[in-house]
């Protein structure tokens, strides 16, 4: 499971749109939300839209590996899928805040690993938001506040990258994903490959 964290305007959305197009064995969990869809998004692709009162149900009735309240809209990830995905040995990619990303690392230690992007400076940060949308400076000022807010949680991640060069940052986050699949414990199938290797014909 691998989380990639950052605030908007850092190059999430790219670099795992990057990552799941370079790498096959790698899926997106898609998550359920409140949030009203942007043009342009797709139910069932982008996230799959519900309301408060379908997201709550799902609550009670435990159907989410982690949920949370992100900027006034709640967000979760589905358990189903992404156990059944688990058990078949694929790998997902999370794009989920820092609540989300606390709760999958106490719920599965050892199968999370959690990559943080930052800006390169703040002053890039804006110019990313600034260049997305025609928006008022107070949108922009609110947006900057939340940036800030986010980039505060940076401390709770294994891996974090500098994004002042998209490819490059690509690059560091799919060696980081290759890197750790390679971990023993996360080699199935080790054991009877070594055993087969060291039996005296
Ligand atoms: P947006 O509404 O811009 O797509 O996402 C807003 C924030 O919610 C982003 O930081 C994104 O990573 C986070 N988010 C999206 N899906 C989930 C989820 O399932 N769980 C949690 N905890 N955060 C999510």
Redesign the pocket.
Known sequence: MLIL?SP?GAG?TTVSRMLLEADAEIGL?V???T?PMRKGEIDGKD?IFVDRAEFERRVDEGEFL???E??G?L???PKAQIKAGLKEGHDFL????W??TQ?LYQRMETDVVRVFLLPPSIEALEQRLRSRATDSDEVIAARMARARA?ISHWDGYDYVVVNDDIDACFETVRGILETERLSRARQTGLIDFVRDLTRES
């Open positions: 964290s908007s999430k969990s998550s359920v939300t949030r996230y982690e949920w949370a992100v900027f809209n967000y979760g990830t999370f794009d989920i805040d609540q989300g709760q986010e």
